[in-house]
């Protein structure tokens, strides 16, 4: 993968919101998945569901359409496929600014992965807004660890452990959270150097 045009992760709110103002909406299969499921990248196919990605215009054409599995669909499909991605712990990239919305995982995404295979950060920026976690609230369940594509949060000698600086603001622990600990509030603008 490579940064050859603009892409931050999402939440799902923003996702959504720009589904909502959207009329035109179409599924193709994800672009990092797809080889991984064919045998032709070095990491693994991870499992995840393979028509995830969102776009608002028909952008491939003639034989690509096939290939990718190209599909006009209702915005009810794509917002019931949000909530099915949602509970699998899949998070929200903006392509090419809105234009697109992509489900990435950080099993098969390729923004993890270089060419040969080996993990690496993630190369997108970030969402404007951060986890925010309520201490008292944790059940430490652990559900939010295994969704954290960044690898923000754990749990050490029974108690969470957030590492902010590592967090995207993906929303995902916060959907998954079941005693509403998590939330995701705007993040701090950095002080400019002087």
Known sequence: MGADHEHRVCTYAEAEAVIRRRRTFYLNNCFCRTPAKQGKTKQPY???PLLTCISFRQWLKGADVKKHNMQKVSRKTVLDGMEDWKRQGLLFRFMGGADAICQCCACGCG??????GKRVKDPCDPSP???????????LCGKCIPVCAYGARKIVRKALVVNSAKCYGCSACEYVCPTGAIAMVKRKAKAKAT
Request: glycine residues 4%.
């Open 46 to 48: 991870c499992g995840h």
């Open 111 to 116: 923004w993890f992965f270089d060419k040969n």
């Open 129 to 139: 807004f951060i986890e925010k976690t309520k201490a008292s609230a944790c059940n």
